[in-house]
Every structure is written in C-alpha cells, then in structure tokens.
C-alpha cells in the first residue's frame, strides 16, 4: 500500500460552510456522464428491439392474444352422465370431468407435501365444476366398477376421509347402463373393440357420447357409427383432446396465413421407452374370474379362454386392440387434421415389426406409416418406436419455413425460402432464429422471448402457472362437448372428424397386415 | 458513515477504481432493474420455482403464494433499480449497497453452485461453490468497508455536516 505517497486529499468534502463549490458539484454529480451513456445505449438497445419487432410483426403477422376458452353454458340442469370403463383413461376421464376418485386426491396432496414444485393439487382443484351428474358406471371388472361408483360420489373432489355424495348405480352390462332413463350423455372408456359398438347402441337410444379414440376397431361398425349418429342427432366428441391445445390453434392460423409457403411433408413421431408406455400395464391382484366378466370383456372379439395378460394389456393383440395405429398414430393424425384439415388419405404404406417387447403380443412396436395426400400435395410420415425415447417433434416443413408444433409453437424461416428472400438477405431474418414462437400462456406470442424465458417456458416452469392458468385439455374437450350438448350443436372432433381419423387407421392397419399400400376410393367411400 | 472517517485518505488510482467499481456495479443492477420494469411478462416466479439447495423449499413456496411473487416481482424490479442509481450516483451508497448484498445473498441461497445439482436456466460458465453471485457480493462488501461516495458522490453533500 502506498497511502503514504502522494496523498491528496479526495476525501474531505469541502468544509468552507457558506456554499457549494463548483468543484463540490463536479465532484458530487461525477456519475452525470455515465448516465448519459447509459440512456443513450438504452434508448438505442430499445429502438432496434422495437424496430425489429415492428418488421417482424409485418413478416408473422399472427394474434398475439392468447386463445380464449369458451365459457361453460349454464342452464341450471345438470348432465346427467354414465361411464362405461373406468381403467387407466376412465379414471383420468372422470377426473377432467371433476370427479376423482378420494385416493388420487389424497396422493396429489401428499405429493404437494413432499415436493412444492408439484402444483398438480392446486391446479386439479381450480378446474372449473361442469354442472354434471354421475348417475352410472360400468366395468366388466368389480374392482374397477365399485372405485367408480366411489369416483362418481365425490361431488366435492374430497380425499377419502372426506363427505362423499349419492353413489351412482353400478351396472352389470353396458347395455343396462344405456338403457337408463336418468343418464343423458356416456363417456365410453372400454378397450377398443368395444368403442363402435357401444357408441352406436348409445346412439340409438339417443344419448350423448364422449367416445375414446379410436372411434372404431373394424371398418364396417365405422360407418354404422356416423350413419346412427347424425339419424339420431347426437352429440358426439371422439376423445382428441389435442383438440384443445392452444398451439395447434396457432399452428392453424400460421397455415391459413400462408407463414410456412407450400407445405410437403410432415413429420410426426411416437418415441416411448418403458413398459408402461408400451403397454405392459400392471395386473390387478384381485383379478381373477369371478371378478372379472369375461365373456362380456370378450364381446364382439374372438373368443379366448380367461387371461388376467390379456384383460389388463389388451392393447398389444389385434383381437381387442387397432395397434399404435389405433392408440397413438390417431392422436399425431388429428392434431395434423385439426391444423392442416388433411382428410382422408389417397394411399397408405406401411412396415414395422415386434422388435423389442417379445411378450407375445401381435400388435408392432416399431411402426412405420406414410400417408399420401395428392389433393393436397403432401406427404404425412409417422414413425414410432416403443423402444427408445428419443425426442423427435411433430414436424410441418413448408418451402419458405417449418414449424414444430408441442405445447409450444416455434417457427423458423427456410433458409432457401422465396417468400422471406429479401429479408434473409437484409438481416431482418436469421433462420437459425425463430420468426414465431408461441408460448401458451404468454400474453405476448414472438420470436423474442429472452433465452431465460424460452429455456423456463420450455420446462412448462413460467406462463402456464403463472398467468393463464394451467388446464388440462381433456377437461376442456368434455367441457366443450357438455356446452355443445346444451347448445344441441356439434364439438370440435365430431362424427365427420371421427370418420376421417377412423378410416385412415383402418387404412395404416390394413396397409401393415396386408403388406401392401391400400387406397382410398373418395367416389365410393371405400378402402381399396 | 463512520467508516470514512478511519478510512479517509486514498491515491488517486485507489480512489479512481473504487467509484468505477462502484459506477460499473450501479450500471449492472440499473440495467437489471429497468429490463424487468420494461417486460410486462417478467416474473421471478420461474427463477423461484427453479431454486435448488437447502433454501429451495422456502423459494418454492413463496412461489406457489401468488400474492408474494408480486410483492417479490416489485421488490427485484424497483429494488435493483434503486440500488443502481444509489451505486452510480453514490446516492444513500450504504444502503443501497447492503440492500444489494441482500438481494445478491437470495440469489445466492436460491441458486447455489453446488456440485450435486443442476438448473433449468443454464449458465453461462462453470462454478463451483464460487459464481459471479457470490463474487459481487464480495466487491460489494470491499466498497462497504472502501466508501467513496462522499469523494465522487451525492452523499457528499447528504452527510456533509457529519463531517466538520
């Protein structure tokens, strides 16, 4: 330390009491300049930033207002509903629709309890109340069916030690069930060779339905389904709840807007690596047949003798499943439908194989299907594996951009595009940056989010909770289908919507089994 | 102010570093402040929710308390803007100084650099133990016990009269 050298004396304010000096001044306001730097690099920094963003509002010129959620109809007449399969989706179903079952309940409490960034309590319980009725439930399994009837009494969405509601009538067989005189509308939950036929005999007797993709498990029941519903009048929803997603409606605007130019190919994936996922489901230990109704479980299937592996994971055999076509392909082909409004396919290839799961199961676990749109111009290219999880997104590539869709939407500029040349070549636009990006929740939609907020966006950590509260889509899909039924008008994945989905599942199916690539005949509505 | 009265002789390059320390560490905290001021959508929420170490309990659940991510919101955005204005004008320098430590001493306790965890927002350097967060503290702590403002600085003429 040299304090003793050179000492001057900086640090004795001036003391001559009458003024301030100028020198004081100086000395006091030393920092004048540095804020004028900082004004001026701030102003500047704000200019470019809103000049940018005025110019690349003119380039995506998409609302940026959030997509609104229609407000429940009340007419003070609760629907009165029946649910038919109260299984995995069953349970989750009966949740959206605001009746879980008291053990759920308390596992989302204990979960808060053990881990505060798990919200799931709070947001469960400020899921609006739809203004409906349980008044029955069918499962072919006793267990299941009286857990339902428990679900279905919990008007208040207690924990078990709390006060429980009327318990709804349980029913032997489905059919009982839909002859009720105190049930409106059913939501139908059941494997997959039963959702056609029950749906249809639903129909007929004119209740609402709240159908589980896939629509159907044959082609033929496909068309017996949309002929009984629109005789009938009902209202019917196939279960999409894709439907919902604010992102897609954005994705549809970005398309009607002509953002991405010509669009060719689409890519959309299912990648799951765990039992679970590829439906290894865990079997009951008070399975056994004589709690389980076999031959009603069995139905329109071939007939099997009892198996507790089949029962529970009859998603891996074609005699009761439609495959990953059914389960997974359907929900990535409704989503492209709902943004691009495909329709049926001209042609469909397919090839895949039991690669992984050698379990006994008939159905593939690695599945490949090209749909061929010439209406369109396009190819649609699913790819699943049950094997690996690697993520791949759902894809739409255009000639002048490309927007993967999740959650979120993000779309970036092609680098070769003609319509966003210029401004490529200008600066404006960098195509290793987005043009648009869509955060649900976020009451502003560009591409220039901060990396802060994209990264926290990303892991659902920011707008979702925040601001717009975070819902769960199969909610809002019963929810619209329970104010379409009191509007007496059709939802979002109606019969017609529900056809399309159907037949072009069939199509994937048939293309696998017959090895061959199957055509559709629009004149004759037919699969050729 | 006591400290200046031991501490109150300094050369010119000590003095010269100290209030551009000062000035460089205002000018971070103002930009901090006012780039959240002008985002309507900023919230500290994300980085509360993403809070590790032993503290991260009590983060999480001043995040779940809508209520208190306002006050917290408000506090971050005209707290560092305050404390900008203190550091670079030497305006009430003290306090803007240890109301700086504080601040820093949360984000500190909210984002750890530990070796066992790992954040959501990524860094943009290693750390262990020790980051920028804990080093400018530490600069800020020097310039507590280092002041300057009453040489460059409004407080030169707010505490003139303790100095006679």
């Known amino acids: 330390m040299k304090k003793d050298n050179k000492n001057k004396d900086h640090t004795t304010p001036n003391t001559s009491a009458q003024n301030i000096g100028r020198r004081d001044i100086i000395k006091g306001l030393a920092a004048i300049p540095v804020l004028g730097a900082f004004s001026y690099a701030w102003i500047r920094k704000n200019r470019i930033d809103e000049k940018f963003r005025k110019q690349m509002r003119e380039v995506v010129h998409l609302t940026s207002q959030p997509v609104e959620i229609a407000p429940s109809i009340k007419d003070g007449k609760p629907i009165r509903l029946g649910i038919i399969g109260f299984g995995i989706r069953g349970k989750q179903l009966m949740r959206a629709a605001g009746f879980p079952e008291p053990s759920w309940i308390d596992e989302q409490i204990q979960d808060h309890a053990e881990n505060k960034r798990n919200t799931n309590y709070e947001s469960y319980m400020e899921q609006e109340q739809l203004d409906i009725e349980v008044n029955g439930v069918c499962d072919v399994f006793t267990v299941y069916s009286e857990e339902a009837a428990l679900a279905g009494s919990n008007v208040n969405r207690e924990g078990a030690k709390g006060k429980m509601g009327k318990a709804p009538k349980q029913y032997r067989t489905y059919l009982e069930l839909l002859d009720a005189p105190d049930i409106d509308a059913v939501i139908i939950a059941t494997p997959d060779h039963w959702h056609a036929t029950m749906a249809i005999e639903a129909a007929r007797r004119g209740k609402h339905v709240y159908c589980e993709k896939p629509v159907s498990w044959t082609v033929p029941e496909t068309y017996e389904l949309v002929k009984v519903v629109k005789e009938k009048g009902i209202v019917f929803q196939l279960g999409h709840q894709g439907r919902q997603t604010e992102s897609y409606t954005k994705a549809k605007e970005a398309i009607e807007k002509n953002v991405l130019g010509k669009v060719n190919l689409i890519e959309v994936c299912t990648n799951r690596n765990d039992p679970n996922g590829a439906w290894v489901y865990d079997i009951h230990p008070e399975a056994n047949p004589s709690t389980i109704d076999w031959d009603q479980f069995i139905g329109p299937a071939p007939a099997h003798e009892f198996s507790l592996e089949r029962f529970f994971r009859w998603r891996c055999w074609w005699d009761y499943s439609t495959g990953l076509n059914g389960d997974l392909l359907t929900h990535e082909y409704d989503a492209i439908n709902q943004v691009l409004g495909i329709g049926i396919p001209g042609s469909v290839a397919s090839s895949g194989g039991i690669y992984f799961f050698k379990d006994g199961r008939t159905v593939p676990d690695v599945l490949q299907v090209v749909m061929e749109f010439p209406k369109h111009e396009l190819t649609f290219l699913y790819s699943a594996t049950l094997a690996s999880d690697r993520s791949r997104g759902k894809v739409i590539m255009g000639h002048d951009a490309n927007m993967e869709i999740s959650d979120r939407l993000v779309i970036y500029a092609d680098p070769q595009s003609t319509q966003y040349k210029e401004k490529i070549e200008s600066g404006l636009i960098d195509p290793l940056a987005p043009i648009y990006a869509f955060t649900p929740g976020k009451k502003g939609a560009d591409g220039f989010a901060t990396a802060t907020e994209q990264y926290f966006a990303s892991r659902g950590l920011l707008y979702t909770y925040r601001n717009g509260r975070r819902v769960d889509t199969t909610h809002l899909h019963i929810k619209e289908w329970l104010n379409c039924i009191r509007a007496g008008v059709q939802p979002s994945c109606n019969i017609d919507q529900a056809f399309q989905e159907g037949i072009s599942a069939h199509m994937s199916t048939k293309a696998l089994l017959e090895n061959r690539r199957v055509f559709w005949d629009a004149d004759k509505q037919e699969i050729v | ?164």
Do not use: C
């Open chain 2, 1 to 164: 102010m006591s400290n200046s009265v031991i501490i109150n002789k300094y050369t010119n390059p000590q003095t010269f570093f100290l209030v551009a320390l000062r000035i460089l560490l205002g000018w971070y905290f103002l930009y901090e402040g006012l780039v959240k001021i002008a985002n309507p959508d900023w919230s500290s929420f994300g980085y509360l929710m993403d809070s590790q170490g032993i503290f991260a309990g009590m983060f999480q659940s001043m995040a779940s308390n809508t209520d208190v991510v306002t006050v917290i919101d408000w506090l971050n955005k005209w707290g560092l803007t305050f404390i900008g204005i203190g550091l670079m004008f030497g305006f009430l320098t003290q306090l803007a100084l240890f109301f700086g430590m504080l601040l820093l001493v949360m984000y500190y306790l909210s984002h750890p650099p530990l070796a066992s965890v790992s954040y959501v927002l990524p860094q943009e350097g290693s750390y262990l133990w020790v980051n920028k967060t804990l080093i400018e503290i530490f600069a800020m702590a020097v310039l507590l016990v280092f002041p300057t403002s009453h040489i460059f600085g409004i407080d030169r003429f707010i505490f003139k009269s303790n100095k006679k």
